[in-house]
């Protein structure tokens, strides 16, 4: 049997790390799938075997990346992220404490003649080369000891990160300088020069970088650490006639919770008494506080007004709705967007590929370059393997989509698939449902017609009486009508539904049919004398419906599903976009077309079957078109399936919030304008992250290697490639955080 396995796994630093433990789990036998992912920090494998979590962290440690099978705890890491920052800064304080003297004595003195000969008049060479030794040794072997940990042994299994081109460049810096200061008489007096300020800088300088990281990329989480701290710790529960507090954890179906003014709501329920406003936009984005009363619904998270509730517990622990929102926005923050696949691929090879480059480098200013050849030599290779370190590559794509996911959770839109992140941005036609996603899906009577000899009131107690055994939604719509009336039902008997045409049944001895025009034919029942009426009704998209009593008419019943306010707006604004619209539904051409014509839609589809619904979808991709689907009922799923992106509206069926990409957490048609701009958004930011780094890495190594000495003079200190190669992480983070600041599409 298929499983799916999520890992923590530690020491990855860049994209190479990300394309290694890829590839170190893919080939452990009995894996389908991996999706690796730098900025989680996790692995998600899909693979079958009993013993595959225990094989995959075998492979993953073979590899150097320690693995442990994630527990809920790893996915909120903002406690570890900021102890990260904490140590990560306190080494980058020690480091830079030790630079200082060592960077002002050798910059200095190239700066300021003055200063170099009082130094060398007063110290001599000698031991103030031996001075900036004794601090570099401690800045490396101290706050820069990880570099050397991790780099080296990454190197010697044939598999070098980022760790290993920082340890490689400083390594040669400090071992060069070493050797100049302990046998001057092996080197050219030209060449007898130290670079331990550049060793000792390129630490300080990619500690300060990481530590910019670890403060970014703990923002990057803030999302669902933030959903993590909506569920309190402990609720008030009534046991035995007496109230007491116990933990969220040790909650059960059935128990009685008892909710005060401002408290949050611990676990979803249903309302058994009181009267309250509770505040929902932490789980669905809308700012109105939604009444609660006897048999609504309540959602753990959310948080109680002035009103005091008691609800009754229908879902614990990982069942509830918050639970729910938190793994389908872990499970897009991990996913990899087709566009990462490309990414890996370059930078599984880009640090070999840079060594290489570093190596036939310094080659070549041996060969080619002018004296003090190993001076330069050494400053070229050491700047080329600082430049080139992949962060930014590997931090491209992952914070991007972090960011948009969290973002897009708290304005109540759910990407349950990653993926969907980029294909919505290529979306070229939007195709609705109609009942419950463009209308409100619940019809209501606003006409009743009866024949000669029948009054309203009788009519409605009649058909009602029928219909409250039913479950269509129609008969709803009568039975509330007599509700509202004041009406009382009677009982009903031999009650049978006339598949796809109606209901029939007894009440106090008459015999009921109710139902389309069809059923009425097939009863042998003229409807003539409502013919007028229900025309008018149905040019309107109204719903007609009629009743028989005893075989002879009796009522010419009509109703309505409003359309939601928001809808017009939404197909403007795609149409706007360029997005073609399109309305698919089961219901009467003449509904659909009036519906389509009130919101500016020109594509219908109308009386169409749950499964042609997929061939309506198949039919709009033609010419390689990108659809999505948007729908709410049970009858959507194929269809919410065969689109590229299927969006379902949150306030739906189950089933069709597991067969789509995208989950409007509410019902409000202006998430998906919302949807449509985060993901429009996210693309456009990872394309700008991939163009810095891509095209800083690629525009800089020629730099850092001399190619411009000969022309222009121009060669990159290493120091300076440190710093630039720092910025460009820093740059990718920050411009991703860019991300949080996104507003709904449309007011």
Not at 49 to 69: C, D, F, N, Q, T
């Amino acid at each position: 049997m298929s499983q799916t396995i999520t890992l923590s796994i530690d020491k990855m630093h860049c994209g190479s790390c990300v394309g290694r433990v890829d590839r170190a789990l893919a080939a452990v036998p009995g894996v389908d799938a991996v999706s690796v992912n730098l900025a989680t920090e996790t692995a998600v494998i899909t693979g079958q075997g009993k013993k595959l979590a225990s094989a995959l962290m075998r492979a993953s440690e073979a590899a150097g990346y320690p693995a442990r099978v994630a527990k809920e705890a790893d996915f909120d890491k903002q406690e570890t992220r900021d102890a990260e920052a904490r140590v990560l800064w306190r080494n980058t304080l020690l480091a830079m404490v030790l630079a200082l003297p060592v960077f002002v004595v050798e910059m200095g003195g190239h700066l300021l003649p003055a200063f170099h000969h009082w130094l060398h008049a007063t110290f001599g060479e000698v031991p103030v080369w031996w001075f900036q030794a004794g601090l570099t040794t401690l800045a490396l072997t101290g706050p820069g000891r990880s570099f050397y940990e991790d780099g080296f042994p990454a190197l010697l299994r044939g598999a070098p990160d980022m760790n290993s081109l920082v340890a490689v460049g400083t390594s040669a810096a400090y071992l060069y300088s070493l050797a100049v200061l302990i046998m001057p008489d092996v080197f050219p007096v030209a060449a007898r020069a130290v670079y331990f300020e550049a060793a000792v800088v390129i630490v300080v300088l990619v500690l300060l970088g990481r530590w910019l990281e670890a403060r970014a990329k703990g923002k990057t989480g803030a999302a669902i650490h933030a959903l993590i701290r909506l569920q309190p710790k402990t609720a008030q529960v009534s046991r035995g006639g007496q109230v007491q507090s116990v933990s969220v954890e040790s909650l059960a179906l059935g128990d009685l919770i008892m909710l005060r003014p401002g408290e949050r709501v611990p676990t979803d329920g249903d309302v058994v008494e009181g009267r309250s406003l509770v505040d929902e936009s932490m789980i669905n984005g809308e700012p109105i506080p939604v009444e609660k009363f006897p048999g609504a619904p309540v959602t753990g998270g959310t948080v109680n007004g002035s009103g005091s509730l008691q609800f009754r517990v229908t879902r614990v622990g990982q069942d509830t709705v918050l639970a729910g929102i938190l793994r389908m926005v872990r499970e897009a923050q991990g996913a990899k967007l087709p566009i990462q696949a490309m990414v890996d691929r370059v930078t599984l090879w880009f640090v070999p590929a840079v060594l290489g480059i570093a190596a036939l480098t310094v080659l070549a200013w041996i060969i080619l370059g002018p004296a003090p050849v190993m001076s330069y030599a050494l400053v070229a290779g050491v700047s080329v393997l600082i430049i080139a370190c992949p962060c930014a590559m590997g931090l491209a794509t992952p914070t991007s989509i972090m960011v948009a996911t969290g973002r897009a959770a708290e304005l109540g839109v759910l990407f349950r698939k990653g993926d969907a992140l980029q294909t919505l941005a290529e979306v070229d036609v939007v195709a609705f449902d109609k009942t419950g996603t463009l209308t409100e899906g619940l019809p209501h009577l606003v006409d009743l017609q009866t024949s000669e000899g029948w009054t309203r009131d009788d009519v409605l107690r009649i058909v009602a009486s029928i219909e409250a055994r039913g479950e269509h939604p129609l008969g709803a719509a009568i039975v509330t009508a007599s509700n509202e009336a004041r009406i009382t039902l009677c009982e009903a008997q031999d009650v049978a539904a006339r598949s796809g045409f109606g209901i029939a049944g007894t009440v106090q001895g008459h015999t009921v049919v109710i139902g389309s025009d069809r059923l009425m034919a097939s009863e042998n029942v003229d409807i003539s004398q409502f013919r007028e009426p229900a025309s008018n009704a149905m040019q309107r998209g109204e719903t007609v419906f009629f009743a028989s009593i005893d075989g002879s008419p009796a009522a010419c019943m009509i109703v309505a599903d409003t359309i939601k306010p928001q809808a017009a707006a939404l197909v403007a604004h795609l149409r706007s976009e360029g997005i073609e619209v399109a309305l698919i539904t089961g219901d009467r051409p003449e509904t659909a077309a009036h519906i389509a014509k009130s919101i500016g839609i020109e594509t219908v589809a109308a009386g169409v079957l749950p499964a042609e619904k997929a061939r309506e979808i198949a039919g709009l991709q033609s010419s390689d078109r990108t659809v999505a689907f948007v729908g709410d009922g049970i009858n959507d799923g194929p269809a919410l399936a065969a689109a590229d992106v299927g969006i379902a509206i949150g306030t739906g069926t189950d089933v069709a919030i597991q067969s789509a990409d995208v989950v409007l957490m509410s019902g409000d048609l202006k998430g998906i304008g919302t949807a449509l701009q985060i993901s429009r958004s996210t693309l456009r930011n990872i394309l700008q992250n991939l163009f810095w780094a891509f095209g800083y890495n690629t525009a800089l190594i020629p730099v850092a290697a001399g190619v411009f000495y000969a022309p222009l003079g121009l060669l990159l200190s290493p120091v300076l490639a440190a710093g630039a190669m720092a910025l460009s992480s820093v740059f990718v983070l920050t411009n991703a955080l860019r991300l949080r600041k996104i507003e709904p599409a449309l007011d």
